[in-house]
């Protein structure tokens, strides 16, 4: 007889983590592939205790998922890098290899142009994009896969402007800043990616121009923002954050167990579920 399969585990950390769907949509998958020896939880980390939490880490892990604080605090406790993650200094996925390395990869780029492409968005000249930081430099990288040739970020600050014409430099894409009391010029543009918190945009709302184009709206929760539901009355088209946070987690399912395609559609249909259940 054989014994029970062995317990492999995964986690997402953060501060603060107790509203992450990331377990549901792990397990979801894990329940999808017939992994019944896979388990996946939430831990509270912060950068200062990072280190001490991945010095704990035995055979059974499989890898982590990462949220801020930790998607850069991550980088220097790590033993490799990939290409994508180094290109926007961010680590959103730490693989754990079979012979224990860390490997460090980020979801969020392939993730924000695979919800793009589902829904029929494979390459874009011209965007605006709201907001800047992590999610923002995401957002950019994403967009030079698009082929963007004119991308433009509404900031608050002189120094959030310079950050995003430095990323656009770092990554090849074009970029002009505006202030963000000219943000409601942005909805124009035939793709606009709002990466701010949330209420940051409701007051963009009114301004949704008569035939908007496509809204990639990052938040998921509260859902739909205002700005994501005047977008829709008008007849535009909206991907929201769940669109991102889904597939994202398919390609970190995937880099961790090693099995492909993982399961979009209930992977979506568990986080949807919990979202309705609040």
Not at 3 to 8: E, F, K, W
Not at 36 to 60: H, M, S
Not at 211 to 237: I, K, N
Request: aromatic residues 4%; glycine residues 12%; negative net charge.
């Amino acid at each position: 007889m054989t014994g029970p399969a062995p317990i492999r585990r995964a986690a997402v950390l953060g501060s603060p983590i107790r509203h992450s769907l990331s377990p549901v949509l792990h397990l979801a998958a894990y329940r999808a592939l017939g992994l019944t020896g896979w388990d996946y939880g939430r831990f509270e980390v912060g950068e200062d205790e990072l280190a001490d939490f991945l010095g704990t880490l035995g055979p059974e892990w499989a890898g982590l998922s990462l949220t801020m604080p930790l998607k850069r605090a991550v980088i220097p406790l790590l033993d490799e890098i990939s290409g994508t993650a180094e290109s926007v200094s961010a680590v959103n996925t730490l693989v754990l290899t079979d012979d224990g390395r860390t490997v460090g990869d980020n979801t969020d780029i392939p993730g924000l142009v695979a919800a793009l492409a589902e829904r029929g968005v494979t390459r874009v000249e011209r965007a605006a994009v709201l907001g800047a930081g992590a999610t923002a430099s995401s957002a950019l990288a994403a967009l030079g896969r698009l082929g963007a040739e004119e991308v433009t970020a509404y900031v608050r600050t002189d120094a959030r402007a310079a950050e995003m014409r430095s990323w656009g430099e770092r990554l090849g894409v074009p970029v002009t800043t505006a202030g963000w009391d000219e943000a409601a010029l942005a909805l124009s543009a035939p793709l606009v990616v709002a990466t701010t918190p949330a209420g940051a945009t409701d007051g963009l709302a009114e301004a949704v121009p008569a035939a908007p184009g496509v809204l990639f709206d990052v938040l998921y929760e509260p859902w739909p923002t205002r700005l994501a539901a005047a977008w829709s009355a008008a007849g535009g088209q909206v991907v929201g954050g769940l669109d991102l946070l889904v597939h994202q987690a398919v390609c970190q399912v995937e880099l961790m167990t090693g099995l492909a395609p993982a399961p979009l559609a209930a992977m979506r249909a568990a986080g949807e579920a919990a979202l309705a259940a609040g």
